[in-house]
C-alpha cells in the first residue's frame, strides 16, 4: 500500500468518525502564533479565560508583548492552563519576531521553511514537534508536527519505521497529503484527536476510526513513544 493510499484510507476514516475538523483563525498571523504557542491549534469555543488573555492589550502586537514584564504576563495568563510557565517564552518570542519580521502582525515568511525551523529550534522551550506546529498553523509552510500521539499512531500503524528520521517523516506525511490533496492542518487536527483518545502510552484500538486499518497481528511496536 502507497503512503498516498495509507494516508487517504485513515482521512477517509477519520473523517467518517469526527467530520471535518475546524481550523483556528485570528485576526493577524502574530495572533495565531500566540494562540498556538498557548493553547496549540485549537479552533472555537475557547475558554473565556484564553480569549481574555488573546484580546489583552500586551499581546496586541509583537512589540506589546516584548515591552511587557514576564511579571506581568504571568499575571495575564493565571488563568490559561500552563500559561504562566510561558509568559517568559513567550516575550523570547515575540523580540524574535521582532528581529526576523519587524514590528509586522502579518509576515509573508519568505526565507523558506529551513531558515525558520532553525531559527526557531535555536529558542529555549521551543522543541522540534512546537516549532513544526507553528510553521504550520502560522505560517502555514509545507510541514508536519509530529508530535508523540502522532508518532505513535504513525509507527504502530507501520507507516514509519524505527528509529524514526525527521526527513523520511516529514516526507512521507507532506508528500503523502499533498499527492493525496489532503489538507495538511486538517489531517494534523485529526489524528492528534485520534491519538488523545485511543493511543496514548498504550493502545486502546476498541473504537479507534483507524482500527480497520492496523496491520492483521494488531499495532506494531505497542511501546513506542
Same mark, same amino acid.
Given at each position: 500500500?502507497?503512503?498516498?493510499?495509507?494516508?487517504?484510507?485513515?482521512?477517509?476514516?477519520?473523517?467518517?468518525?469526527?467530520?471535518?475538523?475546524?481550523?483556528?483563525?485570528?485576526?493577524?498571523?502574530?495572533?495565531?502564533?500566540?494562540?498556538?504557542?498557548?493553547?496549540?491549534?485549537?479552533?472555537?469555543?475557547?475558554?473565556?479565560?484564553?480569549?481574555?488573555?488573546?484580546?489583552?492589550?500586551?499581546?496586541?502586537?509583537?512589540?506589546?508583548?516584548?515591552?511587557? *514584564?514576564? %511579571?506581568?504576563? /504571568?499575571?495575564? $495568563?493565571?488563568?490559561?492552563?500552563?500559561?504562566?510557565?510561558?509568559? =517568559?517564552? #513567550?516575550? &523570547?518570542?515575540?523580540?524574535?519576531?521582532?528581529?526576523?519580521?519587524?514590528?509586522?502582525?502579518?509576515?509573508?515568511?519568505?526565507?523558506?521553511?529551513?531558515?525558520?525551523?532553525?531559527?526557531?529550534?535555536?529558542?529555549?522551550?521551543?522543541?522540534?514537534?512546537?516549532?513544526?506546529?507553528?510553521?504550520?498553523?502560522?505560517?502555514?509552510?509545507?510541514?508536519?508536527?509530529?508530535?508523540?500521539?502522532?508518532?505513535?499512531?504513525?509507527?504502530?500503524?507501520?507507516?514509519?519505521?524505527?528509529?524514526?528520521?525527521?526527513?523520511? *517523516?516529514? %516526507?512521507?506525511? /507532506?508528500?503523502? $497529503?499533498?499527492?493525496?490533496?489532503?489538507?495538511?492542518?486538517?489531517? =494534523?487536527? #485529526?489524528? &492528534?484527536?485520534?491519538?488523545?483518545?485511543?493511543?496514548?502510552?498504550?493502545?486502546?484500538?476498541?473504537?479507534?476510526?483507524?482500527?480497520?486499518?492496523?496491520?492483521?497481528?494488531?499495532?506494531?511496536?505497542?511501546?513506542?513513544?
Amino acid at each position: 500500500m502507497t503512503e498516498l493510499t495509507r494516508l487517504a484510507n485513515a482521512d477517509a476514516h477519520l473523517r467518517a468518525a469526527y467530520g471535518s475538523p475546524e481550523l483556528p483563525e485570528s485576526s493577524s498571523g502574530w495572533q495565531r502564533f500566540v494562540r498556538t504557542l498557548l493553547i496549540g491549534p485549537v479552533a472555537d469555543p475557547i475558554s473565556e479565560a484564553v480569549r481574555e488573555a488573546l484580546e489583552s492589550s500586551a499581546l496586541a502586537c509583537p512589540q506589546a508583548t516584548s515591552q511587557t *514584564s514576564t %511579571a506581568d504576563l /504571568v499575571e495575564l $495568563l493565571a488563568k490559561v492552563p500552563r500559561g504562566s510557565q510561558k509568559a =517568559s517564552l #513567550l516575550r &523570547t518570542t515575540a523580540n524574535w519576531w521582532l528581529t526576523t519580521f519587524g514590528d509586522t502582525d502579518e509576515p509573508d515568511w519568505s526565507h523558506g521553511l529551513d531558515y525558520y525551523r532553525e531559527s526557531l529550534r535555536k529558542i529555549r522551550g521551543l522543541g522540534p514537534a512546537t516549532v513544526d506546529e507553528l510553521l504550520l498553523f502560522v505560517a502555514r509552510l509545507d510541514v508536519f508536527s509530529l508530535d508523540r500521539g502522532t508518532l505513535r499512531v504513525a509507527i504502530r500503524h507501520g507507516w514509519l519505521d524505527l528509529p524514526v528520521e525527521d526527513d523520511e *517523516s516529514q %516526507a512521507f506525511f /507532506v508528500r503523502g $497529503l499533498r499527492d493525496a490533496a489532503i489538507d495538511l492542518r486538517e489531517f =494534523s487536527r #485529526l489524528i &492528534t484527536r485520534v491519538a488523545e483518545a485511543h493511543c496514548g502510552r498504550e493502545p486502546r484500538c476498541d473504537g479507534c476510526p483507524l482500527q480497520p486499518l492496523l496491520p492483521p497481528n494488531g499495532p506494531l511496536n505497542p511501546d513506542s513513544c
